[in-house]
């Protein structure tokens, strides 16, 4: 019997026992607009957590500046670098095309894109030119801020003048197309734009309503419309080889799984807007916005025209086809789905 005892003893013992091994320290930089107080570095704190269970301790630092954090990526000063998905354009155009205006409407295809994106099935496009995706969050649904309620419509957007960020050309293509005027614009000063009234509408995530102050270029008459024009995401980008594949497989899933925390906040803040502040808008419009979006995205595909060639660019077409094909599964009815032009 303490024979017995003994070896079972011993064996319980290597059931527990784990080496005692350091984990390899990364770099992490993250872009948030609120640097480290805002959600987005927030949430990327649990995903740090988990991620030490493959060995390797990542080191966060908050950027305001997303150029910023691009250039020191570039530089080697980040082994991973977590940016919205127009930045990552600088390395992949499959995910960054994740933003085409219109092309991800609501909550639920997201969801579904970020379970194929966390497949192995999609390995392959992933990694482009040296870098490689290793995970992709939800930011939150774009919507249109503007400084008139009764621009509820697409006819009203003609002459209006609309922020378009920074080499987001399918965006000025867009804001072109319908007749509006596009302002120049960056992350760190799209807000400031509109707040000051040099532009009559921006398009942002409902928390920058709370943490860019975006209320004060709506003034009195203004709200936002309750249309989402598209999502933005953030993402991780690592140099190809920085990491083994054991870790790109468990960041892209840890990173998957941040969903429902994400959602939830995001949650939070477009419900901690003011329901006056939100403009609602009919049936017949949001049709006439998705019918809209689609158009523009077909016509800068079909452009001979340089700027929509331009545009047509920073769209890969395996993706637009993954989106329209997510887009038909949640909402098989749409007219897209058995039109003939489709993406």
């Not at 080191?59 to 691009?70: C, F, G, H, N, R």
């Not at 209320?215 to 598209?230: A, E, L, S």
């Not at 969903?259 to 049936?283: K, L, M």
Request: glycine share 8%; proline share 3%.
């Amino acid at each position: 019997m303490k024979v017995c005892a003994a070896l079972l003893a011993g064996v319980i013992s290597l059931s527990v026992w784990t080496p005692s091994v350091a984990a390899v320290e990364k770099q992490f930089c993250v872009f948030d607009v609120a640097g480290a107080a805002g959600f987005v570095y927030k949430t990327l704190q649990e995903y740090q957590r988990k991620m030490i269970k493959t060995g390797v301790k990542l080191s966060m630092k908050p950027y305001t500046d997303e150029d910023q954090a691009v250039d020191d990526f570039r530089a080697g000063l980040c082994d991973i670098v977590a940016l919205t998905d127009m930045g990552v354009r600088h390395f992949n155009d499959f995910t960054g095309s994740i933003s085409a205006i219109g092309a991800v409407p609501y909550y639920e295809d997201l969801r579904v894109l970020m379970h194929i994106l966390s497949s192995p099935r999609v390995d392959e496009h992933l990694a482009q030119d040296g870098y490689e995706i290793v995970g992709v969050a939800p930011m939150g649904a774009a919507y249109l801020f503007v400084n008139d309620r009764n621009i509820d419509h697409v006819d009203a957007l003609k002459g209006k003048r609309i922020t378009v960020f920074e080499g987001h050309h399918d965006a000025r293509h867009m804001v072109e197309y319908v007749g509006a005027v596009p302002v120049d614009a960056k992350i760190s000063n799209f807000a400031r734009l509109f707040n000051n009234g040099e532009a009559d509408i921006s398009y942002a995530p409902a928390a920058a309503y709370e943490i860019l102050e975006m209320f004060r270029g709506m003034g009195d008459r203004g709200g936002i419309v309750k249309y989402p024009v598209g999502q933005v995401t953030i993402q991780l980008v690592a140099r190809n080889g920085e990491f083994d594949d054991r870790f790109v497989r468990q960041s892209r899933k840890t990173v998957s799984r941040l969903y429902p925390e994400a959602i939830r906040v995001i949650r939070q803040y477009e419900n901690s807007i003011p329901a006056d502040r939100w403009v609602d808008i009919s049936p017949q419009a949001i049709a006439g916005y998705q019918e809209m979006l689609r158009s523009v995205r077909i016509d800068m595909q079909q452009s001979a025209e340089s700027s929509g060639m331009l545009a047509a660019g920073v769209y890969d077409d395996n993706m637009m086809t993954i989106l329209r094909k997510v887009r038909c599964y949640t909402n098989p009815g749409a007219g897209e789905c058995s039109a003939e032009d489709r993406e």
